[in-house]
């Protein structure tokens, strides 16, 4: 199963606009180029990933992606679900996508290898959810196309019910691995975990 894996990327002096409580711009800049940096590495690690496909409107993240071997795509527009939909029209050969955003900083190459193989029938939707059981941290669709994009708050349940309604149970893939850094409370979980990380490491 050839499987595509789309990286889309907002500029990073944009991102992360809901931890500008927390954090300082260049911080948020910084943060989100480290976290997309370990997304694109283990993307470009996994065996099972066919090609990997950066989009987005910023020069410095497609550059980034290129160094690492990704293909990119320059964004039009600014919607994150019709940047999903450029990406799939992209990816003409590929059997299925897995939809990643670039903010997942403990994601490793066995969370992939789950997922696809999760995808083990000819039409499949694997979704993964964050943290609260409310967005969508990943999500496999085969064959490209099958379902549409439904991101943004509460777009876990629009997309197992978009599965749901093409006859395809959706399957689910739950990893703690899966945080989505959105929330000032989901960057204190991220400081715990590397926390907690480091601890172990050097325990």
Known sequence: MRTWAIIPVKPFEQAKSRLAAALSPDERAELAETWFTHVLSVVCAAPEVSA??????????????????????????????????????????????????GDLPFIQTEDIAAMVALADAPRSVVVAPDHKRDGTNALLIRPPGLIGYAYGIGSFERHAAAALAVGVRP?????????????????????RRLKEMSLWQTG
């Not at 950066?54 to 679900?81: C, F, I, Y």
């Not at 399957?171 to 400081?191: N, Q, V």
């Open 52 to 101: 990997a496909l950066v989009v987005s409107r910023d020069p410095a993240a497609l550059a980034l992606a290129e160094k690492w071997g990704a293909r990119t795509l320059v964004e039009q527009g600014d919607d994150l679900n019709a940047a999903w939909n450029q990406a799939t029209a992209a990816a003409r050969d590929a059997d299925a996508v897995l939809l990643l955003p």
């Open 171 to 191: 399957r689910l893939y739950i990893s703690e691995r899966m945080l989505d850094i959105d929330e000032p409370d989901d960057l204190a979980l991220y400081y």
